[in-house]
């Protein structure tokens, strides 16, 4: 390799072309280095724009989504709220009417209560009425206590209030000619009421259990003659 300081030999030069100063038309230049820049410029600005553009519009639908969230978020709070005061309402009603059905049943069962027990006095009276005129009345009630006893006993005791035997004596003895009563007077059976004894049973037809009986169907306890408070 050879060493040249500063001249290189012709035969080394394939070609050789002079070189040309042009003119510079430097105002040309700086005009259009103004109009890059203003383009480049303006290309910023559009830029800017055009992210400032899609940034509202991204902060518009943001809130736009925000607010439809809002919204849902709210109304599902507010039928929240309406349910829950709907089943706290309906259970307060259900309570309440199942207060006054209670109440409506107590009340009927007093009602019922009341209605038995005046039904009670009221045929209290009538039998007290019917005894009072119609010494009769014991006649039947002889007849089924015999019947109870069953057709192989002809012969009974029968015990019966001083005042129906008095009164029925002689009719008693027609009635049952067909068997052999021995009739009793006893005061302290009530008149309507008998005693009825034959061969070791006793048929208790007083009055009393009579009346027991027959109030007990109805599901009521009262006495036939019920306690009077002399204070």
């Given at each position: 390799m050879r060493n040249y300081a500063r001249f290189i030999p012709g035969e080394e030069i394939d070609a050789v072309e002079q070189w040309r100063f042009g003119a510079i038309d430097t105002a040309t230049q700086l005009l259009q280095a103004k109009v890059k820049a203003q383009e480049v410029e303006q290309e910023h600005q559009e830029q800017l724009a055009r992210r400032q553009e899609s940034y509202q519009e991204g902060y518009t639908?943001?809130?736009?989504?925000?607010?439809?969230?809002?919204?849902?978020?709210?109304q599902q709070q507010m039928a929240d709220f309406l349910a829950n005061q709907a089943r706290e309402e309906a259970q307060k009603f259900t309570e309440l009417f199942r207060a006054a059905q209670n109440e409506l049943v107590q009340a009927e069962q007093?009602?019922?209560?009341?209605?038995?027990?005046?039904?009670?006095e009221l045929a209290r009276q009538v039998l007290r009425q019917e005894l009072s005129v119609n010494p009769n009345v014991v006649l039947p009630v002889i007849h089924e206590a015999l019947d109870l006893l069953g057709a192989e006993?002809?012969?009974?005791?029968?015990?019966?209030?001083?005042?129906?035997?008095e009164v029925l004596d002689g009719l008693i003895a027609d009635e049952f000619a067909g068997m052999a009563l021995t009739l009793r007077a006893d005061p302290a059976l009530k008149p309507g009421g008998c005693l009825v004894e034959s061969a070791g049973m006793v048929i208790d037809a007083s009055l009393q259990k009579r009346w027991l009986r027959a109030v007990a169907t109805l599901g009521l306890d009262s006495k036939w003659e019920e306690t009077v408070d002399a204070s």
């Open positions: 639908a943001g809130m736009a989504q925000g607010r439809l969230q809002a919204q849902a978020e709210l007093v009602m019922a209560q009341g209605v038995l027990n005046l039904s009670c006993h002809r012969s009974a005791l029968v015990r019966i209030h001083p005042q129906d035997l």
